[in-house]
């Protein structure tokens, strides 16, 4: 795990070292373990001007002997897998022709090793990158299809005068950039690209109105910044320059879709498969020449993840290390079930308990982390342990993200479960689900309510009956809410012959995962830890989402398959646990009562009320009420503030 940047300057211009070098810079807690950097020319013009450490310093006061070099790359080094010198970045081949700068872990890196050198590759080092190197230089493009893992990385071909750069199937690692005339930059954090004086920093409006009224964020390409994006997961460009080098040419390409068909199990054979590929995933994921630890909430996810990490350590291992995040309210506390998973595996358990004013007195540093308003409190939760991961020495940190999306496992799934049978006639079966659901759970998800009530209903009424519920004509600018509102997206309709259910998945994976994995690698690259995610292995996913739903949601109960394939694994009490939390914090009492002085004085400020985006004196009116219990609009309340609070961190 690192932090990658780096340009490509057309025209007159020379490259801007030292804007280079300080888009590195603003990624130092990304790679806390080394600095690197190389210039290089196009048509070989000078030979390649690499230097490990600072590159002002390598230079002193004097620039490059020559003006031709036009492509830069910085890189800041986070040792995991081969910490030797042998393993620094930016890495080239021994001819010069290909270097590389590269965030990310490629777990079969060891296999492909071996087919590599079978086709007469050599390796200077044990690091994925140079194995990423040499299987671009064997195989193109295409060698990101043979690649399991998280990644995001650009390669310069010398010969070619070309740059390529691509991003895992998922999105696990960020790949930002942008263009301005002839000049193209890229990092792995927004704030890298800030430090171009060129950037004007204007809100984007169409990521602030999804984000305001769906609380919606990383969807798209496009990023809170306008004239910033991103690549999309399974997205790969060319940057090319022009033959007289008066300007570029950028080409983009998806390179990965997620499968389609359908793969027909007995239950006991499909647990018996699931729980061989996610124990697969956890023992590759695991290779580090560094501690490995886990994130451990208490759920089903986190705890399959920590009882199966259990099972293949080898013998003679210290136990590994996991961190919760705990309340001492026991509505939001989960350390009965984080208890049984230590009491069953032995691993060394850190609790940490997060509150309110940490929060509020930690949000100008989290949110310089994050670069863009983030989705709520529960943020903190997350932050909290990966700060209490790194502060113990442990850099790397399993996680149980993509589970709900890959296995069904938020409760707005039933609801297009339900809706899927009613459109299909089967109403005797959707009522047995529907009434499963009620009996498990005591309740009806408002979540759950929803998507069934999208599936069944005209996508007019359905915008309608949403601009009712959440009110936001009533407190949104009528103006600003005209100009943004045609952009909106419709809700989600399923293809031709697919289930509502199954779109809504693709949906999960494809347009609401990235904003959870863009708050994971942020909290977690804040303390220099990597997150891995062994629910992502493609593997395992691609198998998942060709299952039958039957097989993740039965008898009102979610993640049916994950809880079969489970048994005598993970302790019976959390196998069977009928709700769902996840590292969460008591929003509410925190909205309501610890910072509503905080959130008052926002509401009340002068930079809010000259906002064009709401109606202030509305906002307020409804915080009131919230807090009076007369309203449930703690998300909404959230983003109101967030927002105001990004405004001025990042563009006033």
């Known amino acids: 795990m690192c932090g990658i940047a780096g340009l490509i300057e057309a025209g007159d211009r020379p490259l801007d070292r030292r804007l280079l070098e300080a888009m590195a810079t603003a990624l130092a807690h990304r790679g806390p373990d080394g600095e690197g950097y190389v210039l290089l020319a196009p048509g070989g013009r000078e030979k390649p001007?690499?230097?490990?450490?600072?590159?002002?310093?390598?230079?002193?006061?004097?620039?490059?002997?020559?003006g031709a070099f036009r492509v830069g790359f910085g890189h800041r080094r986070l040792a995991i897998v081969d910490l030797t010198p042998l393993g620094r970045q930016p890495m080239g081949t021994d001819d010069g022709r290909f270097w590389i700068t590269y965030n990310g872990e490629v777990y079969n890196a060891p296999e492909l090793r071996r087919e590599l050198t079978a086709l007469g590759h050599r390796f200077r080092s044990m690091s994925d990158t140079e194995v990423v190197l040499a299987a671009y230089r064997q195989w193109g493009g295409g060698c990101l299809a043979r690649f399991n893992g998280m990644f995001a990385f650009a390669i310069w071909d010398g010969e070619a005068d070309c740059l390529f750069c691509a991003r895992d199937r998922f999105g696990i690692k960020p790949?930002?950039?942008?263009?301005?005339?002839?000049?193209?930059?890229?990092?792995?954090?927004?704030?890298?690209?800030?430090?171009?004086?060129?950037?004007?920093?204007?809100?984007?409006?169409?990521a602030l109105f999804d984000y305001l009224t769906q609380g919606r964020q990383d969807h798209t390409t496009e990023t809170f910044f306008d004239g910033v994006r991103q690549l999309a997961p399974g997205e790969c460009l060319t940057v090319?320059?022009?033959?007289?080098?008066?300007?570029?040419?950028?080409?983009?390409?998806?390179w990965y879709r997620l499968p389609e068909g359908a793969e027909r199990l007995a239950p006991q054979d499909a647990a018996a498969r699931l729980r061989d590929l996610l124990e697969d995933s956890v023992r590759v994921q695991l290779r580090a020449d560094v501690p490995v630890g886990s994130c451990l909430s208490g759920g089903l996810d986190s705890s399959s993840i920590v009882c199966l990490m259990a099972r293949v350590v080898p013998a003679g291992t210290p136990p590994p290390q996991t961190f919760s995040s705990c309340q001492e309210d026991e509505r939001f506390d989960e350390r009965r079930y984080i208890r049984e998973v230590v009491a069953r595996t032995g691993v060394r358990n850190h609790e940490v308990f997060p509150n309110a004013e940490e929060l509020y007195q930690g949000l100008p540093q989290i949110m310089w982390h994050h670069d863009e308003p983030f989705a709520g409190t529960s943020m903190l939760a997350q932050w909290a342990?990966?700060?209490?991961?790194?502060?113990?020495?442990?850099?790397?940190?399993?996680?149980?993200?993509?589970?709900?999306?890959?296995?069904?496992?938020?409760?707005?799934?039933?609801?297009?479960?339900?809706?899927?049978?009613?459109?299909?006639?089967?109403?005797?079966?959707a009522w047995r689900e529907w009434a499963a659901w009620r009996q498990v759970h005591?309740?009806?998800?408002?979540?759950?309510?929803?998507?069934?009530?999208?599936?069944?209903?005209?996508?007019?009424?359905?915008?309608?009956?949403?601009?009712?519920?959440?009110g936001e004509t009533a407190w949104l600018n009528p103006a600003w809410l005209r100009a943004c509102s045609d952009a909106a997206e419709s809700p989600l309709k399923p293809r031709e012959g697919r289930s509502l259910l199954a779109a809504h998945q693709v949906q999960a994976l494809t347009q609401d995962l990235p904003a959870l994995l863009h708050a994971e690698d942020r909290n977690s690259m804040a303390f220099s830890v990597e997150a891995r995610v062994p629910f992502l292995d493609h593997r395992l996913v691609e198998w998942l989402v060709?299952?039958?739903?039957?097989?993740?949601?039965?008898?009102?109960?979610?993640?049916?398959?994950?809880?079969?394939?489970?048994?005598?694994?993970?302790?019976?009490?959390?196998?069977?646990?009928?709700d769902k939390m996840g590292f969460v914090?008591?929003?509410?009492?925190?909205?309501?009562?610890?910072?509503?002085?905080?959130?008052?004085?926002?509401?009340?400020?002068?930079?809010?009320?000259?906002?064009?985006y709401w109606r202030a004196n509305v906002l307020q009116d409804w915080f009131?009420?919230?807090?009076?219990?007369?309203?449930?609009?703690?998300?909404?309340?959230?983003?109101?503030?967030?927002?105001?609070?990004?405004?001025?961190?990042?563009?006033?």
């Open 240 to 254: 090319r320059l022009r033959p007289d080098s008066t300007g570029l040419v950028v080409e983009h390409r998806h």
């Open 175 to 206: 790949f930002y950039y942008r263009e301005d005339g002839s000049r193209w930059l890229f990092a792995s954090e927004i704030k890298a690209l800030l430090c171009d004086p060129a950037l004007r920093r204007r809100p984007n409006d169409r």
């Open 442 to 470: 005591q309740a009806v998800h408002p979540t759950t309510m929803a998507a069934m009530v999208r599936g069944l209903l005209p996508t007019g009424l359905v915008r309608r009956l949403r601009a009712r519920v959440t």
């Open 546 to 578: 060709r299952l039958p739903v039957e097989h993740k949601i039965r008898d009102g109960m979610t993640k049916a398959v994950l809880r079969d394939a489970m048994a005598g694994v993970l302790p019976d009490q959390v196998r069977l646990r009928r």
């Open 385 to 429: 342990v990966m700060r209490a991961a790194g502060h113990a020495g442990v850099k790397v940190l399993l996680d149980g993200q993509g589970s709900d999306e890959v296995l069904c496992g938020y409760p707005r799934f039933m609801g297009s479960r339900i809706a899927d049978l009613i459109r299909a006639g089967r109403w005797g079966r």
């Open 624 to 652: 009131t009420r919230y807090c009076e219990d007369a309203m449930t609009i703690g998300p909404t309340v959230w983003r109101w503030v967030n927002l105001e609070w990004w405004l001025r961190r990042f563009c006033d």
């Open 585 to 612: 914090t008591p929003e509410d009492h925190w909205l309501r009562v610890s910072l509503r002085r905080q959130i008052q004085e926002t509401l009340e400020s002068e930079s809010l009320r000259g906002r064009p």
């Open 49 to 66: 001007f690499a230097v490990a450490g600072g590159l002002s310093r390598a230079l002193g006061a004097r620039e490059p002997a020559t």
